[in-house]
């Protein structure tokens, strides 16, 4: 089991029956330990052995994290085997018993007797899981749909890493009373694991409390700023659309359902997460974000566990993880099927295309900092977003792994080129947006990438970004290669050599841009102690509040509309919500 489990944390695989049976072994004896674990620690607390409530303490957090591996494991290996399904119905069953979600409550508070609130809490949640799964156990009695699919698994990967093309169906449209069933369960087990989150936290020293406490906050004003909008189509989605349009334009209405009910974009993941290629996103690390759960697994500008019980806001983080996982998903499967269509395919060609993927959706790779993202967003705005741009404008996706060796240059050639071909889409559809747009509303556009006005619509003092964060990303570079700026005058400043008293060098062009991609906290920090933003703005208490409440896209509503009318203005703010860059410029500023 342990060779088995080894090879498959390193090389993640479909499993056949057998090896599908060790796992299912291996993760009930792990449960099974877990449970003995909880209790063990909810007895030495009872007897006053405060030594073994520290060593069980350090046992159960130890299971729990194999418990964790095992399932992304099993996750990973994505098999629909009969045998698969009874394994893990069975363990779906152990974990949600009174007994094990009292224990697991004690645990998750240090082995602590539950208080008489507490005691109730949980007996109403285990009231709840149950009946939800009656109910869904009923239904799928009824229509037939509980039964493990007759089709073969999806086959192990063969000599050279080569994916068999398989077997399995797309699975069908199941029943509406199946995914409602499925969905009010899915709720109830969330309820749960909320109460234990929030017993862990009051749990904590007074210390850890008060700085998770600041930690949310900060998250919450992060997505105050990027809420009530749906600027995952035209920012993350931007280059998408450059290049494949019809796959964004058919997110866009499961996007729209989403954000007013979350049953409906329970049912859009679940069908995404019943796809056959569903186990070849998960080997391939293609990044399907959720909402809700994990704040890492969230998109960056909606990570924020508070967020979630506000309903304008949770509806916002629905509506952007629906978007660019639908999104997401059926580029993968478009560029799969070319590639199927040439030869087998394997691991590492579907490693190149999702990186691409996540890549041009804004989930850049940050290697072995990825798990670092989450608490770096407290600082940075949206670091793998930040990292997103910069890779894709230094062709990241054409050597993705050769470096780290993960793919080498000949597995991966297919997919480079592919990679190759869709980069060359890009630069079509940005030819050709560029020129319709300035034959048709006659915006002139600045050339010199030194500018910060490089690339932008300009209308006056209106001024467009249109390339989803690809512009501030280019001209950070072209500045630091050049050694030059070009302010919003049109005069070229040497940053670095000799650099005219009282203008910007080397040194101040990092710290601004750095100062743009910080989160709101930290930036209205940094704001006030120097006097200025990035953009040369007088700081002031009314300007910081408005940075710290106000959602990005209607803060230059107000001189949008005054320097375009109403018309044109509702226009551009239309634009705005739905993540285009819109802003009025003072051109008499030096940038």
Same mark, same amino acid.
């Given at each position: 089991q342990?060779?088995?489990l080894?090879?498959?944390?390193?090389k993640p695989?479909a499993?056949n029956?057998?090896?599908?049976?060790?796992?299912?072994?291996?993760?009930?004896?792990l449960?099974n330990?877990?449970?003995?674990?909880?209790r *063990?620690l909810?007895?030495?607390?009872?007897?006053?052995?405060?030594?073994?409530?520290?060593?069980?303490?350090?046992r159960?957090?130890?299971?729990?994290d194999?418990l964790? *591996?095992?399932y992304?494991?099993?996750?990973?290996a994505? /098999?629909?085997?009969?045998?698969?399904l009874?394994a893990?119905?069975?363990?779906v069953n152990?974990?949600f018993?009174?007994?094990?979600?009292?224990?697991?409550?004690?645990a998750a508070q240090?082995?602590?007797?539950?208080?008489?609130?507490?005691?109730?809490?949980?007996e109403?949640?285990?009231?709840?899981?149950?009946e939800?799964?009656?109910?869904?156990?009923?239904?799928?009695a009824?229509?037939?749909? !509980?039964k493990?699919?007759e089709e073969?698994?999806?086959p192990?990967?063969?000599k !050279?890493g080569?994916? !068999?093309?398989?077997?399995?169906?797309?699975?069908?449209?199941?029943?509406?009373?199946?995914?409602?069933?499925?969905?009010?369960?899915?709720?109830?087990?969330?309820?749960?694991?909320g109460?234990?989150d929030?017993?862990?936290?009051?749990a904590?020293p007074?210390?850890?409390q008060?700085?998770?406490?600041?930690?949310?906050?900060?998250r919450?004003?992060?997505t105050?700023?990027?809420?009530?909008?749906?600027?995952?189509?035209?920012r993350?989605g931007?280059?998408?659309?450059?290049t494949?349009?019809?796959?964004?334009a058919k997110? #866009?209405?499961?996007m729209?359902?989403?954000?007013v009910?979350e049953?409906?974009?329970?049912?859009i993941?679940r069908e995404i997460?019943?796809?056959?290629?569903?186990?070849?996103?998960?080997?391939?690390?293609l990044?399907?974000?959720e909402h809700g759960k994990s704040?890492?697994?969230?998109?960056?500008?909606?990570q924020s566990e508070?967020a979630?019980s506000?309903?304008?806001f949770?509806?916002s983080q629905r509506?952007?993880?629906t978007?660019l996982?639908?999104v997401?998903?059926d580029?993968?499967?478009?560029?799969?099927a070319?590639l199927?269509?040439r030869?087998?395919?394997?691991?590492?060609k579907?490693?190149?295309?999702a990186?691409?993927?996540n890549v041009?959706t804004?989930r850049?790779?940050?290697g072995?900092?990825?798990?670092?993202?989450?608490?770096?967003?407290?600082i940075?705005?949206a670091?793998r977003f930040?990292a997103?741009?910069?890779?894709?404008?230094l062709?990241?996706?054409?050597?993705?792994? /050769?470096?780290s060796?993960?793919?080498?240059?000949?597995?991966?050639?297919?997919?480079?080129?592919?990679?190759?071909?869709?980069?060359?889409?890009l630069?079509?559809?940005?030819?050709?947006f560029y020129?319709?747009?300035?034959l048709?509303?006659?915006?002139?556009?600045?050339t *010199?990438?030194?500018?910060?006005d490089?690339g932008?619509?300009?209308?006056?003092?209106?001024?467009i970004?249109?390339?989803?964060?690809?512009?501030?990303?280019?001209?950070?570079l072209?500045?630091?290669a050049?050694?030059k700026?070009?302010?919003?005058?049109?005069?070229?400043i040497?940053i670095?050599?000799? #650099?005219?008293?009282?203008?910007?060098?080397?040194?101040?062009?990092?710290t601004?841009?750095?100062r743009?991609k910080?989160?709101p906290?930290?930036s209205a920090?940094?704001n006030a102690?120097?006097g200025?933003?990035p953009?040369?703005?007088k700081?002031t208490?009314?300007?910081?509040?408005?940075?710290?409440?106000?959602?990005i896209?209607?803060?230059?509503i107000f001189?949008v509309?005054e320097?375009?009318?109403?018309?044109a203005?509702?226009?551009?703010q239309?634009?705005?919500?739905?993540?285009?860059?819109?802003s009025v410029?003072? *051109?008499?500023?030096k940038?």
């Open positions: 342990d060779r088995l080894a090879e498959l944390r390193e695989r499993i029956d057998v090896e599908d049976a060790l796992v299912a072994h291996r993760q009930v004896d449960q330990e877990y449970g003995k674990a909880t *063990d909810a007895q030495a607390f009872d007897d006053g052995r405060m030594e073994a409530v520290q060593a069980e303490k350090a159960v957090a130890d299971l729990s194999q964790l *591996d095992i992304e494991i099993g996750k990973k994505g /098999t629909e085997t009969g045998r698969g009874a893990r119905r069975m363990i152990q974990d018993t009174l007994g094990s979600m009292v224990t697991e409550r004690r240090g082995g602590k007797r539950l208080s008489e609130k507490q005691q109730v809490e949980t109403e949640s285990f009231k709840e899981i149950a939800a799964k009656e109910k869904l156990e009923k239904v799928l009824k229509s037939g749909e !509980g493990a699919p073969a698994p999806a192990a990967t063969g !050279g080569k994916l !068999g093309a398989g077997t399995r169906k797309a699975p069908k449209k199941p029943a509406p009373e199946v995914v409602d069933a499925e969905f009010q369960l899915d709720k109830a087990k969330k309820k749960w694991a109460k234990l929030k017993t862990t936290q009051d904590l007074t210390t850890s008060i700085l998770g406490k600041l930690l949310k906050t900060g919450l004003i992060r105050f700023r990027t809420g009530l909008d749906l600027s995952a189509v035209l993350q931007k280059l998408a659309w450059l494949r349009p019809s796959i964004p997110a #866009v209405w499961p729209l359902k989403s954000a009910s049953k409906e974009a329970f049912a993941d997460r019943s796809r056959e290629n569903f186990p070849r996103y998960e080997r391939a690390k990044e399907l974000t704040l890492t697994k969230m998109e960056e500008p909606h508070l979630e506000i309903p304008v949770s509806g509506a952007y993880s978007f996982n639908r997401r998903a580029l993968f499967d478009v560029f799969a070319t199927d269509a030869e087998a395919p394997t691991l590492a579907d490693r190149v295309i990186n691409y993927i041009i804004g850049g790779d940050l072995k900092f990825n798990a670092a993202a989450e608490p770096m967003s407290f940075f705005f670091p930040v997103s741009r910069f890779q894709a404008l062709g990241q996706p054409l050597y993705y792994g /050769t470096l060796g993960k793919v080498g240059w000949r597995e991966g050639a297919q997919a480079r080129k592919l990679v190759a071909s869709e980069y060359a889409r630069l079509l559809g940005i030819s050709a020129g319709a747009t300035t048709f509303t006659g915006a002139t556009i600045e *010199d990438p030194r500018s910060s490089f932008k619509l300009k209308f006056g003092k209106t001024r970004d249109p390339m989803a964060g690809l512009i501030q990303s280019t001209v950070f072209s500045r630091m050049s050694g700026t070009k302010n919003l005058r049109g005069k070229v040497p670095s050599g000799k #650099v005219p008293y009282g203008s910007r060098n080397v040194w101040n062009v990092i601004d841009f750095g743009m910080l989160a906290v930290p920090i940094i102690r120097s200025t933003d953009g040369g703005n700081v208490p009314g300007s910081t509040l408005l940075n710290l409440t106000v959602p896209s209607y803060q230059d001189d509309m320097e375009n009318g109403v018309e203005g509702t226009a551009l239309i634009l705005s919500v739905f993540g285009e860059g819109v410029y003072d *051109d008499r500023k940038r």
